[in-house]
C-alpha cells in the first residue's frame, strides 16, 4: 500500500507542477502520516435484486436510489460493501498541526485524502482476490452522482463500522473521522467499463475547489 504524492499534492490544491521545495515537504508529511496511521477497512458481500424502483440489497432491505446505482450495478447480482478509515488519531494529528502550522496542515490534510483511498484501494484488491473469477465495477459512494448521503447510516449499519472502526455518522449524514469512506461495488461475472465516473455526476459538482481551478480529482 502506498500514498499516491500526486493525488495528495491535487487534494491539497497545490498548483501543478508543484514547486519543488512543495513537492518535498509533503512528501515528508506523508512519509511521518504513513508511519503513524494505518488505513483500517471492513467490507461485506451481499447479494442484489434489480426491481423497478432500482437496486436493492435483500439483507438489508436496503433500495439503492438513482441512476447512479442503477447503471454501476446492472450486470451484477451481488454488491460488495466496503468502509475504510484513518480513525481518530488522524484527526487528532490535524487539529495539533493546524494550531502551529496551517500551511503544513493542508498538506497533511492532502495526504490524508490521498491515504484514505490508498486503502480503499487495498481493500479492494482484498475483495477481488477473494472472489476469483468475478470481475468489481468500479466504487462508488453516497453524495456520487445521485446517490443520497441519506444511505450512510445504513451502510455503516450493515458493516457495524462504530464498532469495529470506531466510524459514525453524523446528524447530517457526514462520516466521522473525517478522513473515512463508504462505497458500493458491484460484483459481476464479466469485466466492467467504468460507467459514470466524472465531474459531471458527483454531488460537488458546484462545490469542488479542484473543478473551480480547472482541475479534477483524477476520476474522470
Not at 95 to 105: E, G
Not at 126 to 138: M, N, Q
Amino acid at each position: 500500500m502506498e500514498l499516491n504524492l500526486e493525488e495528495a499534492l491535487r487534494y491539497a490544491g497545490v498548483p501543478s507542477p508543484p514547486p519543488a521545495e512543495l513537492r518535498r515537504e509533503t512528501a515528508e508529511v506523508a512519509a511521518g502520516l504513513t508511519a503513524a496511521v494505518t488505513p483500517r477497512w471492513r467490507w461485506r458481500l451481499l447479494s442484489l435484486e434489480h426491481t423497478a424502483e432500482g437496486p436493492y440489497l435483500p439483507e438489508l432491505d436496503l433500495l439503492l436510489p438513482g441512476r447512479t446505482a442503477a447503471l454501476m450495478l446492472k450486470e451484477c447480482a451481488q454488491a460488495a460493501l466496503l468502509a475504510c478509515t484513518l480513525g481518530a488519531v488522524f484527526d487528532a494529528r490535524l487539529r495539533a498541526l493546524q494550531a502551529r502550522d496551517m500551511a503544513r496542515a493542508v498538506l497533511l490534510d492532502g495526504c490524508g485524502s490521498a491515504w484514505v483511498e490508498a486503502g480503499c484501494d487495498a481493500a479492494e484488491e482484498e475483495i477481488s482476490g477473494r472472489l476469483p473469477g468475478r470481475f468489481l465495477t468500479d466504487r462508488f459512494s453516497p453524495g456520487y452522482g445521485d446517490l443520497p448521503l441519506s444511505l450512510q447510516p445504513a451502510l455503516c449499519g450493515a458493516l457495524d463500522a462504530q464498532r469495529t472502526l470506531g466510524l459514525c455518522v453524523t446528524d447530517s449524514c457526514l462520516l466521522t473521522p473525517g478522513k473515512s469512506v463508504t462505497a458500493l461495488l458491484g460484483v459481476a461475472d464479466r469485466p466492467q467499463m467504468a460507467r459514470v465516473r466524472g465531474c459531471r455526476y458527483c454531488s460537488m459538482n458546484q462545490t469542488c475547489q479542484l473543478r473551480k481551478g480547472g482541475k479534477s480529482c483524477g476520476l474522470s
